[in-house]
C-alpha cells in the first residue's frame, strides 16, 4: 500500500492521493477528511438554497406592504430565479474541477452577499420600479447553482457503497435550505429583530401591523460570510477531481447523461418548482378560507429535502433504479389528489386534500432526487470499468478515475437542466390553469417511468442501477 502523510490530508490542502475503494485508505484516513468536507459542504449548500428560494416568501408580503404588481407579476417574480439557477449551475458544473472545489465553495458562497443586501435595500422602497425587482430575483438566482459544483464535490469523496447516502445528505440537508428560508424568514420579517442597522418597518395593511420585510434578506448576510470562510480553511481540493472541460466535455456525448437529466428534471425539478411555486398557490386558492401560506408552504419542501437522504439511503441497500420508479408513479398519484381538491366553479375545493397531496409529491419528489443521484455514479462506474476488464490494474485505475470525472460531471449538468423546473412550474402556473400544468407533469412523469424501467429497471436492462 502507498503510504500517505497526515499533513498531506489537513484542511485546507490539496490532496493528491486519494483511494476511497481502497479499504485500508478509507478506514485509516479517507473516512475523516471525506466526513469533514460533508459536513461543512452542507450548510454551505443550504445557504445557496436560501438565497435561491428567499423570492417564494417575499412575494407574498410584497403587495400588503404597497407594492402593486399583478398575480401573474409575482409568479414571475418567483420564477426569474430558475433562470439564472439553471443557467449558471451549468457553468458551475465545469468551473468547479478547474479552479478546486474548496476554493470555488468559499468564492460562490461569499458572492451570494451581494443579492441579499441589495435585496434588503430595495424592499424598503416600496417605488422600487418592477423591473429592478426582477433584476434582484435574477441574480438571486445565482444561489441555486452552488448545488451543481457541491454534489459533483462531494460524489469524489466517497467509496461506491457510500455514494447514495453521501449525495443524499449533501443534497437533501443542503435543499433544507428551501424550507428553511420559507419558515424563518416569516417570522423575522415581523419584528425589528436585526435592530436598526436593518432599517425601518413598512406598514402591512391588510393585517394592520409592522413588519420589517428586509429582515428575510439582510438575516442571511452574516451566515454566508461564515461559511464562506469555514470553506476556505476547512475543506480540501482533490487533484482527481480535477479536470479541463476539454475533458469534461465527453459527457455530451453519453447517451446517459440524456437519460438521467431527462429523469432528474422530473424529480428535482417537481421538488424545486413546486417549492417556488406553492406558497403563491395557497394564496391565491385558499388565504380567503383563512389558510395562510406562510403557515404551511415550508413544510413540503421540508418534508422532501429529508427524503431525499432516505432516497439515497434505500437506492444503496435496494438499487437506484426501483426507487425512482416508485417516486415517478407516488408523484402522479399524489397531483391527481392535488386536481381533484382544487376549487373549481362554485366549490371552494379542499384546502386538507391539497395540501396532503403536496406534501405527498414533495415527499416521493425528495426519494426520486436521492435515488437518481445514486444511480448515475454507479452507470457510469460499471460501463467503464466493464470496459476495462482483462486491462490490467492501471486499466482499471485509469478507467474509474474517468468514470468518476463523468459521473461528477453528469451529476452537475442534470442538475443544472432540473433547476430550469424553478422557472417553468411557476411560469405555466401563471401561463394557464393550475390544473391543466398538473395533468402535464403527471404526462411527464409517465414518460420518465418508461425510460428508467426500459434503461434501468427492467431484466436484462442496458445499465441495471
Not at 424553478?422 to 402535464?440: D, G, H, K, Q, R
Amino acid at each position: 500500500m502507498r503510504s500517505h502523510r497526515r499533513e498531506t490530508y489537513k484542511p485546507g490542502a490539496t490532496i493528491g492521493d486519494w483511494r476511497p475503494e481502497d479499504e485500508g485508505f478509507w478506514q485509516s484516513t479517507g473516512r475523516t477528511v471525506a466526513q469533514r468536507n460533508l459536513w461543512v459542504s452542507i450548510p454551505a449548500l443550504m445557504l445557496g438554497f436560501v438565497v435561491w428560494q428567499v423570492w417564494s416568501v417575499t412575494v407574498v408580503k410584497l403587495n400588503d406592504v404597497g407594492f402593486g404588481f399583478s398575480k401573474s407579476q409575482l409568479f414571475w417574480l418567483t420564477a426569474i430565479p430558475g433562470i439564472t439557477g439553471g443557467t449558471f449551475r451549468i457553468l458551475y458544473t465545469f468551473i468547479g474541477p478547474i479552479f478546486g472545489e474548496r476554493k470555488f465553495t468559499a468564492f460562490s458562497t461569499i458572492i451570494l452577499v451581494g443579492p441579499m443586501l441589495w435585496l434588503g435595500f430595495a424592499l424598503q422602497d416600496t417605488g422600487t420600479p418592477y423591473w429592478e425587482l426582477a433584476l434582484i430575483a435574477a441574480v438571486c438566482g445565482i444561489g441555486g447553482a452552488n448545488f451543481a459544483s457541491s454534489m459533483a464535490n462531494i460524489g469524489f469523496f466517497f467509496p461506491k457503497r457510500e455514494k447514495g447516502s453521501a449525495n443524499g445528505l449533501n443534497g437533501g440537508l443542503g435543499n433544507l435550505g428551501v424550507s428553511v428560508v420559507q419558515l424563518v424568514a416569516p417570522l423575522v420579517v415581523t419584528a425589528a429583530v436585526l435592530g436598526a442597522p436593518a432599517g425601518g418597518p413598512q406598514h402591512d395593511a391588510r393585517k394592520n401591523t409592522d413588519i420589517w420585510l428586509q429582515n428575510g434578506a439582510f438575516l442571511w448576510v452574516p451566515l454566508l460570510v461564515i461559511m464562506a470562510l469555514l470553506a476556505w480553511f476547512l475543506m480540501n481540493d482533490l487533484r482527481v477531481a480535477a479536470a479541463p472541460f476539454s475533458q469534461q466535455k465527453i459527457i455530451f456525448k453519453r447517451k446517459h447523461n440524456w437519460l438521467m437529466t431527462w429523469l432528474y428534471v422530473g424529480t428535482f425539478g417537481s421538488f424545486i418548482g413546486f417549492a417556488a411555486g406553492l406558497p403563491l398557490l395557497i394564496k391565491n386558492n385558499f388565504e380567503a378560507q383563512g389558510y395562510q401560506a406562510t403557515t404551511y408552504a415550508w413544510i413540503g419542501p421540508f418534508i422532501g429535502a429529508l427524503m431525499r437522504w432516505a432516497g439515497g439511503w434505500l437506492s444503496d441497500k435496494m438499487g437506484g433504479a426501483r426507487v425512482t420508479m416508485l417516486s415517478f408513479v407516488g408523484m402522479a398519484a399524489a397531483l391527481v389528489v392535488v386536481i381533484f381538491a382544487l376549487p373549481s366553479g362554485g366549490d371552494q375545493g379542499s384546502f386538507w386534500a391539497f395540501f396532503i397531496g403536496f406534501l405527498a409529491a414533495f415527499a416521493f419528489s425528495g426519494l426520486g432526487n436521492g435515488s437518481t443521484f445514486r444511480q448515475i455514479p454507479v452507470i457510469f462506474r460499471d460501463q467503464h470499468m466493464r470496459q476495462a476488464e482483462g486491462g490490467g490494474p492501471e486499466a482499471q485505475a485509469a478507467a474509474l478515475k474517468q468514470s468518476e470525472m463523468e459521473a461528477g460531471a453528469v451529476t452537475g449538468f442534470s442538475s443544472a437542466i432540473a433547476a430550469y423546473g424553478f422557472f417553468f412550474i411557476p411560469a405555466m402556473f401563471a401561463a394557464m390553469t393550475v390544473t391543466s400544468a398538473l395533468w402535464l407533469f403527471i404526462g411527464f412523469y409517465a414518460t420518465c417511468l418508461a425510460v428508467c424501467w426500459w434503461f434501468y429497471a427492467r431484466p436484462g436492462a442496458e445499465a441495471p442501477s
